[in-house]
């Protein structure tokens, strides 16, 4: 119900506008795009194995907790009131700390939220900032995200730029790279580097020195050829003047 009615105010927001220009709206699938991101794929994968593994403390210190709570109840008729009071008091404790790591593994501000922060949104910020460059440059009013809680009923496939954004991203990783590269410093190279690039370079220039002899003798070939064509034509030309010759002569 909330979703629709978001829906029906943005709508009617949108229609309220001024009517003198068009209005551009694009849409995107951010699940598409964060899908075909590979450093997005590889944080939700470093985070997921990170959220299973807490999972896996969590739950083995709930059975634990479930284990001293059997045993206290089938001892409890052979245990003094003393001991009966320790072992509820160590299951109360063992709680204790169970919803304290919870809260610091799963809470608001807990490890789960600082990893996600840390490893998934600049990821999501990447995106954002390719979505926004491109509704800048098109002039788009409005971007929806059809992969969120927004109700579309329909969407034409013409207006969504979801490639367009993922193809934006790349170029910029492109760049980051590129600079990269750049910035960081040479190594120095060990003797059997310089020697393999050495023998690189050798063989480039021996292919090389190939292509050129390859290029050299074919055009000699070519140029014979035209020659021995040249003198055909000269001598067709001689033996037609003097049949001419003979002729008049005759």
Known sequence: MKNIFFTIVLLLTVISLPAQRSQRIAFIDMAYILENVPEYLTAQNTLDAKVQKWKQKLDKQARHIEVLKTDLASEKAILTKDLIEEK??????KQAELRRLESLYFGPKGDMYLLRKQLVKPVQDQVYNAIQKIAARKKYDFVFDKSSDLVMLYSNKKYDISNLVL???????KIN???KKKSAPKKELTAKEKENIAKRNAKKLAQKKAVEEKRKARLKKQEEKRRILREKKEALKKKRENQKKNKNNN
């Open 167 to 173: 193809t934006s991203i790349g170029r910029s990783r």
């Open 177 to 179: 790279e590129r600079k």
């Open 88 to 93: 509820e008091e160590e299951i109360t404790l």
